[in-house]
């Protein structure tokens, strides 16, 4: 079946480091991906999308680009914030029949310090 | 602003137990989503609702574990008899239905952290 792989944290940067956090997926056919933050004590928000190969989603000076070559959906941030912390979720919707079920990874945890 | 709300946020109680945890979607969305979260397990799907319809619930414990839909401003999950081993965060997720090609967002609520002791 459909799977997310993605880095374990914690991540614990400085504010305006460079952060990247690891995604890899395994899912037959056409996946769509994405990925989620949770901030403390809240629901899970969507944070961007990437619909087919090679297209990149961006939000919030957050970047991520579909490979399917190498099945990756790496998360970048050129200068991290201290309000950048949170919980990171990769997450993928399979195509097909269960096209309403997303799969997340466990989630990465990061810390920013001022 | 549209918001998915989730009740109660807190919740302890005693093993054996019943628990309910209900759901208000944002109006004019017709999919419903229960998940667990775990630190083990990480996020899980726990039932899926179409229409007020139970389209996916393969991964809840089907013995003590029940969702419903009983309108389309409200979902309820319920545990009984609840166990340790149910603690957990769960959330409810709302969204219109996915086409072919156009995702539709699923928006989380706040979810209900659940004690069992």
């Known amino acids: 079946g459909d799977s997310v792989t993605q880095m374990e944290g914690p991540v614990t940067l400085s504010e305006e480091a460079f952060l990247t956090i690891n995604c890899t997926y395994t899912a037959t056919g056409y996946p769509s991906l994405f990925w989620y933050v949770q901030y403390p004590g809240e629901g899970l928000q969507l944070l961007l999308k990437a619909t087919k190969a090679d297209d990149k989603g961006s939000n919030k000076g957050f970047e991520a680009t579909y490979r399917k070559e190498t099945t990756s959906f790496h998360l970048e941030k050129g200068s991290v914030q201290v309000s950048d912390s949170a919980v990171y979720f990769c997450a993928l919707r399979g195509s097909g029949g269960s096209n309403y079920k997303l799969t997340f990874g466990k989630g990465t945890l990061l810390t920013v310090n001022p | ?117």
Not at chain 2, 57 to 81: H, N, V
């Open chain 2, 1 to 117: 602003d549209a918001r998915v709300t989730q009740t109660p946020r807190h919740k302890v109680t005693e093993m054996g137990q019943e628990v309910t945890m209900r759901c208000q979607p944002i109006l004019g969305h017709n999919t419903v989503f229960w998940y667990r979260q775990t630190m083990m397990q990480g996020l899980e799907l726990l039932a899926y609702f179409r229409n007020r319809a139970p389209l996916d619930d393969s991964g809840m414990p089907k013995d003590r574990f029940s969702a419903e839909m009983p309108d389309a401003t409200l979902a309820t999950l319920k545990i009984q008899p609840s166990e340790p081993r149910d603690s957990a965060v769960y959330f409810c997720a709302s969204g219109l239905a996915p086409g072919r090609v156009v995702y539709n967002e699923q928006f989380f609520g706040p979810g209900t952290r659940l004690t069992v002791l």
